[in-house]
C-alpha cells in the first residue's frame, strides 16, 4: 500500500491510503468506523497505525478495498499532504553512498590541484584520498540525528533561511522501521522495516562547512524550518521486494539534474540498522534515511538552488516528492560572538 498523511480541514491530520486508480485516497478511519473494525483508533495516526504491525496492515489492505463501496474516498487533488508520519520518533541520516562523500569533499575542500591529484591517485589506487582522511565512513554506517521538529511533507513550501547563500537539495530515500528491537543481526533486519519513502535533505552548505570545522555535526546548516522533507507517501514493504533495483532522480524546474539507482548503495538498510541497534533499542515510527546518491545535489554538481526553484525527487515505486523554494527575505549571516584577543 502507499499510505499517506493529509490535514483535513481543520489542518488535523488523517491517515489515508491511495487507490490503485492514482487518483482517489482511502480516509481509513473513515472506511473502518463504515466496515465496523474492531480497532478503529488504529487508523487515528500514521504512528498508530505503523505501531499495529502485519495485522493492521492487513486490515488496511481490507479497508482499501472496500472504501470506495462504503464512499470513504476523498480525490488526491487538493489535499494538503504532511509527512507520512509528521513527527517522526526519530530521523537518522546515514553516508550510505560513500562517493557522494568523495565527491562532495573534491568540490568544497580541495582545491582545483588537489581534485586533480585525487582523481589520478583513484585511478591508479582504485580509492581516493578522502577515504584515508576519514576512513571511519568506510568501516562503519556512520550518521547523524536530525531535528524531526523540521520535517514537513510533499508540495510544502521551503523558505531558504536569509543567512546562507548556497541553498541545496539531496536526493535520498527512507526506510521506516516498523517492530521494535535491540542488536538486530543484519540477516533479520528486514523483518524491521516497515516500509520506505523519499526524502529530500536541504541544506545551508556555506554554514554546513563551517559547522563541521567544530567536530560536533550540523546544526544551522542542516536544521531549519522546513529543511527536512519525507514522502509524498510510505509504501510498505511488501510493496518493494527488491529495494536495491529502484532508479532514483532529480529536477529543478523540469530539468533533470540527478539521476542513479539504489543499487549504487555501498551500506545496506539492513546493515545500518544492525549497527544502530547495538545496545539501543529501535522503535516503531523512526526513520533511517539512506544519504545522498552520487552526483545527488548540486554540491556535486557545482549548482545551487535559488527562490522560485521547484524540486523534484522521484524513487521508482514510492512517487515523486516536489517542494518550492522560497525567500527568506535579505541576507543576514548568523551572529557571531568574536574570539577574545585578551
Given at each position: 500500500m502507499k499510505l499517506l498523511s493529509y490535514a483535513d480541514a481543520g489542518g488535523l491530520p488523517r491517515v489515508g491510503a491511495l487507490l490503485a486508480d492514482g487518483t482517489q485516497v482511502a480516509d481509513l478511519a473513515l472506511a473502518a468506523q463504515r466496515a465496523g473494525d474492531p480497532q478503529p483508533a488504529t487508523y487515528a495516526a500514521m504512528q498508530a497505525l505503523i505501531e499495529g504491525g502485519d495485522a493492521a496492515v492487513e486490515r488496511a489492505s481490507r479497508l482499501l478495498e472496500?472504501?470506495?463501496a462504503d464512499e470513504a474516498t476523498v480525490p488526491l487533488?487538493?489535499?494538503?499532504?504532511?509527512?507520512p508520519v509528521p513527527r517522526p520518533l526519530s530521523l537518522r541520516d546515514c553516508v550510505g553512498f560513500l562517493p557522494h562523500l568523495v565527491n562532495s569533499a573534491r568540490n568544497s575542500v580541495f582545491g582545483p590541484a588537489m581534485r586533480r591529484i585525487d582523481i589520478a591517485?583513484?585511478?591508479l589506487t582504485g580509492q581516493s584520498l578522502v577515504r584515508r582522511m576519514a576512513p571511519t565512513a568506510w568501516e562503519r554506517p556512520v550518521y547523524y540525528l536530525i531535528n524531526v521538529c523540521t520535517v514537513v511533507g510533499h508540495d510544502a513550501?521551503?523558505?531558504i533561511p536569509p543567512y546562507t547563500r548556497e541553498m541545496d537539495y539531496e536526493l535520498e530515500w527512507a526506510a521506516c522501521i516498523g517492530k521494535?528491537?535491540?542488536d538486530i543481526p543484519a540477516a533479520r533486519a528486514r523483518e524491521h522495516i516497515f516500509g520506505y519513502t523519499i526524502f529530500n535533505d536541504f541544506t545551508a552548505r556555506d554554514v554546513q562547512f563551517e559547522e563541521a570545522k567544530g567536530r560536533l555535526g550540523f546544526q544551522k546548516g542542516k536544521s531549519f524550518d522546513g529543511g527536512n522533507v519525507l514522502g509524498p507517501c510510505l509504501v510498505t514493504s511488501d510493496e518493494i521486494p527488491d529495494p536495491y533495483d529502484l532508479d532514483m532522480r532529480a529536477s529543478v524546474n523540469g530539468v533533470e539534474w540527478s539521476r542513479g539507482n539504489t543499487r549504487q548503495r555501498d551500506w545496506t538498510f539492513e546493515e545500518m540498522i544492525a549497527f544502530m541497534s547495538r545496545s539501543e533499542t529501535l522503535q516503531?515510527?523512526?526513520f533511517i534515511a539512506s544519504g545522498t546518491l552520487p552526483g545527488g545535489c548540486g554540491l556535486e554538481l557545482g549548482r545551487r538552488l535559488h527562490a522560485g526553484?521547484?524540486?523534484e525527487l522521484s524513487v521508482e515505486k514510492i512517487g515523486t516528492l516536489r517542494n518550492r523554494l522560497?525567500?527568506?527575505?535579505t541576507y543576514e549571516a548568523l551572529p557571531l560572538r568574536q574570539a577574545s584577543t585578551t
Amino acid at each position: 500500500m502507499k499510505l499517506l498523511s493529509y490535514a483535513d480541514a481543520g489542518g488535523l491530520p488523517r491517515v489515508g491510503a491511495l487507490l490503485a486508480d492514482g487518483t482517489q485516497v482511502a480516509d481509513l478511519a473513515l472506511a473502518a468506523q463504515r466496515a465496523g473494525d474492531p480497532q478503529p483508533a488504529t487508523y487515528a495516526a500514521m504512528q498508530a497505525l505503523i505501531e499495529g504491525g502485519d495485522a493492521a496492515v492487513e486490515r488496511a489492505s481490507r479497508l482499501l478495498e472496500s472504501a470506495r463501496a462504503d464512499e470513504a474516498t476523498v480525490p488526491l487533488a487538493g489535499l494538503k499532504l504532511l509527512s507520512p508520519v509528521p513527527r517522526p520518533l526519530s530521523l537518522r541520516d546515514c553516508v550510505g553512498f560513500l562517493p557522494h562523500l568523495v565527491n562532495s569533499a573534491r568540490n568544497s575542500v580541495f582545491g582545483p590541484a588537489m581534485r586533480r591529484i585525487d582523481i589520478a591517485y583513484e585511478r591508479l589506487t582504485g580509492q581516493s584520498l578522502v577515504r584515508r582522511m576519514a576512513p571511519t565512513a568506510w568501516e562503519r554506517p556512520v550518521y547523524y540525528l536530525i531535528n524531526v521538529c523540521t520535517v514537513v511533507g510533499h508540495d510544502a513550501d521551503v523558505t531558504i533561511p536569509p543567512y546562507t547563500r548556497e541553498m541545496d537539495y539531496e536526493l535520498e530515500w527512507a526506510a521506516c522501521i516498523g517492530k521494535a528491537g535491540r542488536d538486530i543481526p543484519a540477516a533479520r533486519a528486514r523483518e524491521h522495516i516497515f516500509g520506505y519513502t523519499i526524502f529530500n535533505d536541504f541544506t545551508a552548505r556555506d554554514v554546513q562547512f563551517e559547522e563541521a570545522k567544530g567536530r560536533l555535526g550540523f546544526q544551522k546548516g542542516k536544521s531549519f524550518d522546513g529543511g527536512n522533507v519525507l514522502g509524498p507517501c510510505l509504501v510498505t514493504s511488501d510493496e518493494i521486494p527488491d529495494p536495491y533495483d529502484l532508479d532514483m532522480r532529480a529536477s529543478v524546474n523540469g530539468v533533470e539534474w540527478s539521476r542513479g539507482n539504489t543499487r549504487q548503495r555501498d551500506w545496506t538498510f539492513e546493515e545500518m540498522i544492525a549497527f544502530m541497534s547495538r545496545s539501543e533499542t529501535l522503535q516503531p515510527g523512526e526513520f533511517i534515511a539512506s544519504g545522498t546518491l552520487p552526483g545527488g545535489c548540486g554540491l556535486e554538481l557545482g549548482r545551487r538552488l535559488h527562490a522560485g526553484d521547484v524540486a523534484e525527487l522521484s524513487v521508482e515505486k514510492i512517487g515523486t516528492l516536489r517542494n518550492r523554494l522560497v525567500s527568506g527575505g535579505t541576507y543576514e549571516a548568523l551572529p557571531l560572538r568574536q574570539a577574545s584577543t585578551t
